[in-house]
């Protein structure tokens, strides 16, 4: 068991590009997290995924930020026209059924210059 | 709105310490509660959940007790190792919407040798 598998990373864009991050998570597992971590904010739950269907994207910024999971075995989240605001590590995370114990991936880093 | 207050953003003590890292929580639902710890360069772990008010949780020499009447969840360990620093978070997750799990802004914990 490889653990979820997040790649990059680390990645680095210039503001106005686009950034997207890649989620692999443990096989059998149905459910889908996403967070963002920051010093300041800690970690902030931005989407969540049940059996490939959204069920709450109440955290996502809603202009710039949009998250899919086309199958069971990966999903991603998708920044459009990236701010320094954005700068931040970005963490996946999956569980059996709903949020019993979360498992996290190692996170990407994004930085936005 | 619920909520997890960490007031300590960093602790620092010697090896042999006793440590608490104070949590407050609050919901109007029936929690069950966690307690994470984030290694450097990895995502955060499960260290230990309680889900019954009063009852109390313990891993690795850590406990946690579920106190209902002040809301608290406080993490403690009697003597602190080396290797025993890294961030951690108390978390959330309320039976009422019970795929989303929220998290404090996490104690950054440091013992010296």
């Known amino acids: 068991n490889a653990g979820v598998i997040q790649t990059p990373r680390h990645k680095v864009t210039g503001k106005g590009q686009e950034a997207t991050l890649w989620c692999e998570p443990i096989s059998g597992h149905s459910a889908v997290f996403w967070y963002r971590q920051t010093i300041v904010q800690g970690l902030e739950f931005l989407t969540y995924?049940?059996?490939?269907?959204?069920?709450?994207d109440s955290g996502m910024p809603k202009e710039r930020f949009s998250a899919q999971m086309p199958n069971q075995s990966h999903s991603t989240l998708k920044i459009q026209s990236t701010q320094p605001q954005d700068s931040a590590v970005y963490l996946c995370?999956?569980?059996?059924?709903?949020?019993?114990?979360?498992?996290f991936g190692s996170g990407t880093r994004l930085t936005v210059l | 709105g619920d909520s997890v207050i960490q007031m300590q953003g960093q602790v620092t003590l010697s090896e042999n310490d006793f440590l608490f890292i104070n949590c407050t929580y609050s919901t109007t639902g029936y929690p069950t509660l966690f307690w994470y710890v984030q290694y450097s360069g990895e995502g955060p772990q499960l260290l230990l959940q309680?889900?019954?008010?009063?009852n109390k949780g313990s891993s690795r020499g850590f406990e946690a007790t579920y106190d209902k009447g002040t809301t608290s969840f406080h993490l403690q360990k009697t003597s602190v190792q080396e290797i025993d620093s890294a961030v951690y978070y108390c978390?959330?997750?309320?039976?009422?919407?019970?795929?989303?799990?929220?998290f404090g802004k996490g104690t950054h914990l440091h013992v010296l040798p």
């Open positions: 978390a959330m997750r309320d039976d009422t919407n019970a795929y989303k799990v929220i």
């Open positions: 309680v889900t019954t008010a009063n």
């Open positions: 995370a999956s569980s059996w059924g709903g949020a019993e114990t979360l498992y």
């Open positions: 995924f049940r059996n490939q269907a959204p069920i709450d």
